[in-house]
């Protein structure tokens, strides 16, 4: 399993609870959030069972067909614009594996001040989708759900499963 983005660590310490025969890894760009997520997931990271490492998203560090499964909690906001960072995480996704990501919606994030386009990029439901599709995901494989968050934050929750390609040939 890898988490893009991993922040402080919350996510990894809780995923490594409940995998106790996989391995977690996890990458993110920065020291900080590295150094914040070492520390909480200590324990994890001595027996091998937490790997983390700092880095970009393109290219992933990992060979292709790595991952079973790929979870990205606010990190598509900081994707390249030509598809890339997501392609990368197609490739690493075996077959048969699914990507989760989390987005606050264009709906609320346009309403904030910070989340500009300077800044972020943000996305409504077709958006999320096409992000998918461009990096190979076929649209049947892919499902969105609309989520309503406490102080009205409204979220987008897509699944998408890598399946194999159908040849023309």
Excluded at 64 to 69: A, E, L, P, R, V
Excluded at 109 to 123: A, C, D, L, N, V
Aim: glycine content about 8%; hydrophobic content about 45%.
């Amino acid at each position: 399993m890898l988490e893009l983005g991993f922040g402080p660590g919350w996510s990894l310490r809780t995923i490594a609870a409940r995998i106790p025969d996989g391995q977690v890894f996890g990458i993110d760009q920065s020291d900080r959030m590295l150094q914040q997520a070492a520390n909480m997931n200590q324990a994890a990271i001595a027996k091998g069972r937490v790997v983390l490492s700092r880095g970009t998203f393109s290219p992933l560090p990992w060979i292709d067909s790595t991952f079973n499964k790929i979870l990205l909690v606010n990190v598509a906001y900081f994707f390249d614009s030509n598809g890339q960072d997501m392609a990368e995480i197609y490739r690493v996704l075996k077959l048969g594996g699914r990507v989760v990501i989390y987005v606050t919606s264009r709906e609320t994030m346009s309403k904030w001040p910070f989340s500009g386009p300077e800044t972020h990029r943000i996305y409504d439901r077709n958006q999320l989708f096409d992000l998918l599709e461009v990096a190979g995901f076929r649209r049947s494989d892919i499902k969105i759900e609309d989520l309503q968050l406490p102080l009205g934050i409204k979220g987008l929750l897509a699944i998408a499963v890598k399946s194999r390609r159908l040849s023309l040939c």
